[in-house]
């Protein structure tokens, strides 16, 4: 493998809205810089993702500098939110995990996700990410976190994999709904170079100068069947998925990595692939 190199990198301010693709980005513990530090929770305090609001798919978040955001929408004048003054947390529930973050403390940015969601939600911030939320226990090692991303700093995917699964589906039950963007899959990172699914075997592996291990692969959810352009929803890839995807009750796509060392990744760098003992 030893062309493989980093095709594109993704960074997602706010969990859910459509993210940016800079050319580089530094890797923290608990992720890429800015990747989800931002979430929108409903009046119970659970996040509210695409699963809920298909609609986010068209929302986008921009960072600024400090680490604030810039929230734009079709129908909506685009509106700059600060990081808040650390001047208490709520409960946010995130897939069964208790965390605290940090409201916004500008009325406008609640009023905004709302009026565009048309539902009651609060933009929230998570500010110590370095203590809010634990990684899986069940895949984790101790001290290692997570931003507000579902269980894991970052998500790696293939776009040899990728082309894989759009000949599959291109042979299934519904041809016409692909070929399908990695958009669908929102990962952090995106490998060129590598054989389909040779990811499922990879244990440890660097990116550039930046050591990751491999925590376990990805179980895929309805997000994937949204369409990151139009919102709307379809079949795939999840049927396609099912049939051919399918290890232990998930339908996987793609790696869940977990940072061992600290850099900057940048567009292009070489991929290597390492022995778990390194």
């Given at each position: 493998m030893g062309n493989a190199l980093l095709q594109s990198?993704?960074?997602?301010?706010?969990?859910?809205?459509?993210?940016?693709?800079?050319?580089?980005?530094v890797v923290e513990p608990w992720g890429l810089a800015g990747d989800r530090r931002w979430v929108l929770i409903d009046h119970g305090g659970r996040v509210v993702t695409q699963r809920q609001q298909p609609r986010l798919a068209l929302a986008a978040a921009e960072?600024?500098?400090?680490?604030?955001?810039?929230?734009?929408?079709?129908g909506a004048d685009p509106l700059n939110v600060a990081v808040p003054r650390p001047d208490g947390t709520v409960p946010v529930e995130i897939f069964g995990d208790k965390v605290e973050g940090v409201p916004s403390d500008d009325p406008a940015a609640h009023a905004w996700c709302s009026a565009y969601l048309g539902a009651d939600v609060r933009l929230v911030h998570m500010d110590d990410p370095a203590t809010r939320r634990p990684v899986d226990t069940a895949y984790a090692r101790p001290g290692e976190t997570v931003s507000f991303a579902d269980g894991y700093p970052l998500l790696l995917a293939s776009a040899a994999s990728l082309d894989a699964l759009n000949s599959l589906i291109a042979q299934g039950e519904y041809p016409a709904e692909g070929p399908l963007p990695m958009n669908r899959f929102r990962p952090n990172v995106v490998v060129a170079g590598a054989d389909a699914w040779a990811e499922d075997d990879w244990t440890r592996l660097a990116i550039g100068d930046v050591v990751f291990r491999v925590a376990k692969p990805c179980g895929r959810c309805v997000v994937t069947t949204t369409d990151q352009e139009t919102a709307r929803r379809g079949k795939e890839p999840l049927r396609t998925l099912g049939r051919y995807r399918r290890f232990g009750g998930g339908l996987l796509f793609g790696q869940n990595l977990v940072p061992l060392t600290r850099g900057t990744l940048r567009v292009g760098d070489p991929v290597r692939i390492l022995d778990p003992a390194d």
């Open positions: 990198i993704h960074v997602h301010p706010v969990k859910a809205f459509r993210g940016v693709s800079p050319r580089e980005a960072l600024l500098p400090g680490g604030g955001v810039r929230l734009s929408a079709p």
